[in-house]
Each structure stands twice: as structure tokens, then as C-alpha cells.
């Protein structure tokens, strides 16, 4: 099923979705494990975003970004932390553990204490692969609102577990390797900044009814 997803998510590029184009296009569909999607900076508007094309300081790992434009570089896949019982189409509830998986390059989402290029603070790669992971790519999902599930077009915030860092970004852009792409980073103070919705995508059916953070 997954290879399907990935099917609809290449054939969703190849169109030149625009901004609200989606196979999913209804709002307040749930995210789901299995999902492939954009996650939307929520002031900015734009989407998290990585390629092949490593950082040029501290961990040398694959770079992340947000990016305005719409290409296939800005889906992922909405995992369960590692050794989880959930399954594709389980709803997502408020305080789960996930992960997210870069489409193109397999690499996690993924924070560490090294610093973030431009702002100092924490950095934010994409590391790993398929079989690849460790607790550094575990985010815990606070919901900003009363949804007790993961809803498309709901603010939410990614914390991340071991360094206790906010997956944030703002208008401070790259000048050069990824020349007007925002920088991505972990900042431990909560503000409006680290706020983030899921936007285009293929969202895989809910297969259950109720929820578990566990």
C-alpha cells in the first residue's frame, strides 16, 4: 500500500500541485501513520524540506529546510516511534511519540545538541535510513487546540524527546547551498514559530476509531 501512496504523492509533483492541491482535499481529515505529507510552517507558510545536500558544519548531515515552492523534496512519511504496536491508518492522538520520514531520501527528521547554522541553535538533520533510527528522531506531537487526534489544518508542535527542542523556523533564509530556503532548527522555548499543520498529501485511511499516545 505504501508503494501506492508513493505512487499517487510522484504523480501529485509531476502535476505541479499548487498550494491547497491534494489527493486528500478535504480539511480536518486525520493524519495517520503510513501518511505521506507536507508539514506547513504555520506564519511563514513554508514547507519542511530536505534534499541530498549535506550541512557544511556540525554533524555534516543531510540538511533541512523550509522551502515556498511545491516539489516532491517536502513529503513525508508519518511513522511510529520504533518497536511500536500501531499500524498504517491508526489515528494519531495528542501526545503520541512519531517519527518522519524524508520520501525521497529515507533519511529521519532528527535533532541532536549540536548547533543550527545560522541562528545557533539546535540543528535539525535528516539522518539514518529504512533500518537506520534511534531515539534522536522521536518528536512528541502537542496539539494546539481541543482536537484529542491529529487532524489535517490543526496547529500542532513537534517537541523533540531527547533534547527537549521545538521544531522551529523563521525568516532567517541560506544565502548560499540552498540560497532562500529557511533555516530549520530545535529552540526550547515554545512560541508561535514552532507551530506547524499538515497541509498537501495522501492521507492513508483511518483503520481505527480511537487513539492511544502510548
Known sequence: MIGLLLLLVIGISAAGAGAGAATASQTNAEVTYGSVIKLQHDRTKYRLHSHDVPYGSGSGQQSITCYSGH????????????????????????????????????????????????????????????????????????????????????????????????????????????????????VRKKSSDSLWLAAEGVYYPATKIKASSA
Not at 516511534?81 to 500501531?86: A, D, V
Not at 547554522?117 to 506531537?141: A, C, M, Q, R, Y
Not at 491529529?150 to 517537541?159: G, S
Open 71 to 186: 516539489d516532491s523534496n517536502s513529503y513525508w512519511i508519518v511513522r511510529p516511534k520504533g518497536r511500536s504496536s500501531f499500524r498504517q491508518g491508526d489515528v494519531i492522538a495528542d501526545g503520541a511519540v512519531i517519527r518522519l520520514q524524508h520520501m525521497r531520501t529515507r533519511k529521519w527528521l532528527h535533532s541532536h545538541l549540536l548547533q543550527s547554522p545560522i541562528s545557533g541553535n539546535l540543528e535539525v538533520s535528516g539522518f539514518g535510513g529504512d533500518d537506520d533510527s534511534d531515539t534522536g528522531d522521536n518528536w512528541k506531537l502537542e496539539i494546539d487546540g481541543k482536537a484529542n487526534v491529529w487532524l489535517r489544518d490543526q496547529k500542532v508542535r513537534l517537541l523533540h524527546l531527547d533534547t527537549n527542542g521545538y521544531l522551529h523556523s523563521h525568516d532567517k533564509k541560506y544565502n548560499r547551498i540552498v540560497p532562500g530556503q529557511q533555516e530549520v532548527c530545535g
